[in-house]
């Protein structure tokens, strides 16, 4: 059974600080994606790695895939209260597996 | 339509009664997910559809879940006799097919079972 496991849980930081989720697996995956979820919404993709040690930024936003493509990473810098929200990772083949979710609140 | 649909956006419910959630894909999206997501956690996988098939049902809780999909569209996630832990958000996505990327979520729908 594919598991992804994401740390922190939750996060609470002030406006212009820099953070970092991580999602780690003991199994290898083709992919991972990175989705957020804000309240009362479903889900909404941010970026796909494919490609082991693959970098990809969206604005302040840099996502890394490990090399062995078992993990990947989310850094946001100078984060900002419309970051808020959870962010979850995935990965699977025909079904997505989604990570446990990292909840993260930026205060003004 | 423009995106996923699903209804209704919230249902309370007596325990033990029966409830169908509904969800209409984007049109054209053969593939078709349910997910359950409790207190704002991750998402737990139930189903999905590929066409009007499932070829993977091992997210489904116990026997009292049940999903269906007619004219490879519309789905329903029907839960019997419910109990309280089954109080959650249940999500619906939809795909271009199973295993191509994005996927597009609904809304969700919010399930009491008081």
């Known amino acids: 059974t594919q598991l992804l496991e994401q740390s922190p849980q939750f996060l609470s930081i002030q406006e212009g600080e820099n953070l970092t989720v991580y999602c780690n697996s003991s199994?290898?995956?083709?992919?991972l994606q990175w989705y957020r979820q804000e309240p009362g919404e479903g889900p909404v993709l941010l970026v796909t790695v494919v490609t082991g040690g693959e970098v990809k930024k969206l604005k302040r936003l840099t996502f890394q895939f490990g090399d062995a493509r078992k993990d990947s990473s989310l850094h946001i810098t100078a984060a900002q209260p419309g970051d808020t929200g959870l962010y979850l990772c995935?990965?699977?083949?025909?079904?997505?597996?989604f990570g446990t979710g990292t909840r993260l609140q930026v205060f003004p | 339509g423009a995106g996923v649909s699903q209804s209704p956006s919230n249902k309370v419910t007596e325990k033990g009664k029966d409830v169908e959630l509904r969800c209409d894909p984007i049109s054209g999206h053969t593939a078709l997910y349910w997910y359950r997501q409790s207190l704002g956690q991750g998402l737990e996988f139930l189903i999905y559809f590929q066409g009007n098939s499932a070829p993977d049902k091992s997210g489904l809780p116990s026997d009292r879940f049940s999903a269906e999909r007619t004219g490879g569209s519309v789905s329903t996630l029907t839960i019997q006799r419910t109990q309280q832990e089954d109080s959650a958000v249940y999500l619906c996505?939809?795909?271009?097919?199973?295993?191509?990327?994005?996927?597009?979520f609904g809304n969700g729908t919010r399930l009491t079972v008081t």
């Open positions: 995935a990965g699977g083949t025909d079904k997505l597996i």
């Open positions: 996505a939809s795909s271009l097919e199973a295993g191509r990327r994005p996927l597009h």
């Open positions: 199994s290898v995956f083709s992919s």
